[in-house]
């Protein structure tokens, strides 16, 4: 009983759920009508210069002169589904024809529409001194409404000789056009130099020589008085041992030189090491006990 | 003429020394060389690459050391070491060299 009373709260809770989206996905994407499109060049003192209007989506300028201190200014009013709608981004964008390095200007909305103005100080602070021929493009995008790039024509802007503004840096000029001359130069990586090395024969001559030194050593212990082998017939199978342990234990770092590594020889060498301590205390401890009956 | 009888002043008393130390002393003498050797090797080209370098020079050094504590222990004229026997000494002089001598080969590279 418990168990179907939750199964119907469930698809009840599911319906209602579906509903909802459904409701909203009826208005999640959808077209902006825009309207009263009114472009109007002004000159320095405010007087109009050109005043014309549009209908969206047919362009309305045909690169007119924007004189010195003259603003470009754009009234627009924006709706969607019937009703004034304030889009996330309405802006203006003026970019140039030469270079392809924009500046924008952002919309304010007054009393039911949106107006935009942009003039060429203001264009200067973005991209710097560019006079020429600049695109202009009414930009308006939001996330529940499909995006509006509307292109209202190209203006011909012209720059006042008192301005200081410095002209686009190389670094500003993007991707999109890239003259030739502005290229950086082609990093050419320069590897590690390799150290310089002795000629091989020097290298050989003293690896021999180094040997010399042994040599001396192994030739003139015997000569010493007193040198014997004595120890040897004391404890024969002891000192077999120790030493042939000891002999395979050099052997053994032999092989880790050339062929493993520590992690593989520290194991052996541990193991092996027992098996030579062993024996050489078993050696050891007899040639002690035989000096030690001899001393008394 | 002074300093050809300190030579045999010295030498005479020097043979009066036991074997074992005359032996070891000859040791000593050849890891001096041999380090001698690698160090005007090094003077002469450079030190790369540093790790053999003193990979090699380090090993004669510690075999100099080791045999100066196995030489001191051994003397019976010493009377520092009376409580080590010469096996004990000799055991751990094996030792210190097994290891000694792996640390080098590893890091001889």
Redesign the interface.
């Known amino acids: 009983m418990a168990s179907l009373r939750l199964a119907i709260s469930a698809l009840v809770v599911q319906v209602a759920f579906s509903l909802a989206l459904a409701q909203d996905a009826g208005g999640l994407v959808s077209e902006l009508v825009l309207g009263n499109v009114k472009v109007v060049i002004k000159s320095m003192d405010g007087s109009a210069i050109t005043t014309l209007t549009a209908a969206y989506p047919k362009p309305v300028l045909a690169n007119p002169e924007m004189p010195a201190g003259a603003s470009l200014d754009v009234t627009i009013s924006i709706t969607k589904g019937g009703e004034v709608f304030k889009p996330q981004q309405v802006m203006l964008m003026l970019k140039s024809k030469s270079l392809g390095l924009a500046g924008y200007a952002v919309g304010k909305f007054k009393s039911g529409s949106y107006a935009l103005s942009i003039t060429a100080a203001a264009l200067e602070k973005q991209i710097g001194k560019l006079p020429g021929e600049y695109e202009v493009t009414l930009l308006i995008g939001d996330p529940s409404a499909n995006g509006v790039a509307y292109v209202l024509g190209t203006v011909e802007l012209r720059i006042s000789a008192a301005s200081t503004a410095l002209e686009p840096t190389a670094v500003v000029r993007t991707a999109f056009f890239q003259p030739v001359n502005n290229l950086k130069p082609e990093i050419q990586h320069v590897f590690r130099a390799p150290e310089k090395r002795p000629p091989v024969v020097v290298s050989y001559i003293f690896a021999g020589l180094a040997f010399v030194p042994l040599v001396a050593v192994l030739l003139y212990v015997p000569t010493i008085a007193g040198v014997n082998f004595k120890g040897w017939t004391a404890a024969p199978l002891y000192s077999l041992l120790f030493h042939g342990g000891l002999g395979s234990m050099l052997l053994l770092y032999v092989v880790f030189f050339l062929r493993l590594n520590l992690a593989q020889t520290l194991p052996l060498a541990g193991i092996w090491g027992l098996f030579v301590a062993g024996s050489g205390y078993l050696l050891l401890s007899s040639l002690s006990k035989q000096r030690l009956k001899k001393d008394q | 003429m002074v300093l050809s009888a300190i030579i045999g002043a010295f030498s005479d008393e020097y043979k009066k020394s036991?074997?074992r130390v005359?032996?070891l002393d000859?040791?000593l003498?050849?890891a001096v060389?041999?380090a001698g050797?690698?160090f005007?090797?090094m003077i002469?080209?450079?030190t790369?690459?540093f790790n053999a370098f003193l990979a090699g020079f380090l090993s004669c050094v510690g075999f100099f050391a080791l045999t100066v504590c196995l030489r001191m222990q051994v003397d019976p004229a010493n009377k520092d070491f009376a409580g080590i026997?010469?096996?004990?000494a000799?055991?751990d002089y094996?030792?210190a060299n097994?290891v000694l001598?792996?640390v080098v080969?590893?890091y001889?590279g």
């Open positions: 036991p074997v005359k032996v000859a040791f003498i050849y060389a041999t050797l690698q005007a090797y002469l080209v450079g790369f690459p026997s010469p096996e004990r000799f055991a094996c030792l097994l001598h792996l080969w590893n001889m």
